[in-house]
């Protein structure tokens, strides 16, 4: 065990990393070193940041815990506690199930964790953060919760109703994070469409993003999770007007299906969302789309089934991910349908739906083979540069692998790169 050390490790999605690194500024202010998903987990405070959206996600950040538990028992760690979605979830249980844990925090009542052991939290400096990204891109968290009913989704149980965050308190947050040389930013939040309704009483996600545009030092905006119902028509316009805001936005679409969207509760049909679809690549030409789909949603037919593929086929997403229904106690479709599609039969919907994705995104690369793109470098690995364009994501998206033969390239700069080929996820090119 390493006095005065405190390991940090986040499951889950970069809203979690999000808290991860403001927690990680708190006991750096009070004194201690602190690393973050350490290689050695060996410190006097471990805090483990949770994810529990599905069943895998809760799976994995309980065999976490009960491996901590066995460290904690053989004196290798000091004390443990765990925040974030699980234990926001399932309090009671975790308390029963994992005595060892010194104490569980929510997703949102984590900043007691300082004063319980005795130490300051720094209320002025509570947006502030140890990035755990490269140095040049960082997370910017606009809203917490949800206001959306879905059926399928235990989000708005953990998280509570959408609270949007102040546009001036976002403004700055992001010009500190600009003079430590951040030039990308990811906005993120459970629904950005939805940002600004609850304190402004409008849909204000335009306003913030072009007000973000017009600092100085941002270089480029990507906006991730979007809904596709009540959509800010506004912001393709903001797209078409600022060349640092990203073409590319990330809407989960889940289905197409119309049985399905209804039985879902997405509050959008199959028509409508086609509409969207046309508009948004009408208005704002070359922009890339990201979304996910959802298999084996109880009810799902064979028929609702081939009606995806072909809307996959037909649409032909830039980006698109897919996951396998997880029946979620506390929602809509656990209290109210049976999870009657088989476990076989979801993975085998998976697996075929993804491998036409994954044809899809080899001949979207293909096309910008002989193009050049703006590309910034995000580090150096097994004899390549890694960068990404604007319509890739850190961790999510292809990258840009340049040869670093003969050449110095710096990462979080910028570089005009030209594709020379293409596979399903990676570009490979040349500084031009």
Aim: charged share 30%; proline share 3%; aromatic share 10%.
């Amino acid at each position: 065990m390493k006095k005065n050390k405190v390991d940090i490790i986040t499951l889950g999605c970069s809203k979690n990393l999000v808290d991860s690194e403001q927690l990680m500024h708190q006991f750096q202010l009070n004194g201690f070193q602190v690393v973050h998903d350490p290689e050695k987990i060996n410190g006097e405070i471990v805090v483990v940041n949770t994810c529990a959206f599905i069943g895998d996600a809760q799976e994995e950040s309980i065999n976490l815990i009960l491996e901590l538990e066995e460290e904690k028992r053989k004196g290798r760690i000091g004390q443990l506690y765990v925040m974030g979605c699980l234990s926001e979830r399932f309090l009671k249980e975790l308390q029963k199930e994992l005595p060892l844990v010194d104490k569980f925090y929510g997703k949102f009542n984590w900043t007691e964790l300082l004063t319980d052991i005795q130490k300051i939290y720094y209320k002025e400096h509570a947006a502030e953060r140890i990035l755990t990204t490269p140095s040049h891109y960082a997370y910017l968290k606009i809203s917490e919760g949800c206001n959306r009913t879905c059926a399928y989704c235990s989000i708005p149980i953990i998280t509570g109703k959408h609270q949007s965050r102040a546009i001036e308190d976002i403004l700055k947050e992001t010009q500190q994070l600009t003079q430590k040389g951040v030039k990308e930013f990811q906005l993120i939040a459970q629904d950005l469409t939805y940002y600004g309704l609850d304190i402004y009483k409008k849909k204000t996600l335009p306003e913030l993003v072009e007000r973000l545009a017009d600092l100085p030092g941002v270089e480029w905006i990507r906006l991730h999770y979007g809904y596709p119902s009540d959509f800010p028509f506004e912001l393709l316009r903001v797209m078409r007007e600022h060349k640092n805001v990203c073409r590319y936005i990330d809407i989960a679409l889940q289905h197409i299906s119309d049985p399905m969207l209804r039985k879902m509760h997405r509050n959008t049909s199959k028509q409508e969302t086609l509409e969207l679809i046309h508009r948004l690549r009408e208005e704002v030409p070359g922009i890339h789309l990201r979304t996910t789909m959802m298999v084996g949603f109880p009810g799902e037919t064979e028929k609702d089934f081939e009606e995806l593929v072909q809307f996959t086929k037909d649409v032909r997403f830039e980006r698109m991910g897919a996951f396998a229904y997880s029946h979620e106690i506390g929602t809509y479709a656990y209290k109210h349908f049976e999870d009657n599609v088989p476990e076989d039969v979801k993975e085998e919907r998976l697996d075929y739906l993804m491998r036409i994705q994954e044809k899809i995104a080899q001949e979207s690369n293909e096309l910008k083979v002989g193009k050049i793109f703006k590309t910034i470098i995000d580090h150096e690995e097994n004899g390549y540069y890694v960068g990404r364009t604007e319509f890739d994501s850190p961790e999510v998206d292809p990258e840009v692998l340049i040869t670093n033969n003969n050449i110095t390239l710096k990462p979080g700069h910028f570089y005009e790169v030209q594709i020379e080929s293409a596979e399903a996820f990676e570009l490979y090119g040349k500084v031009v």
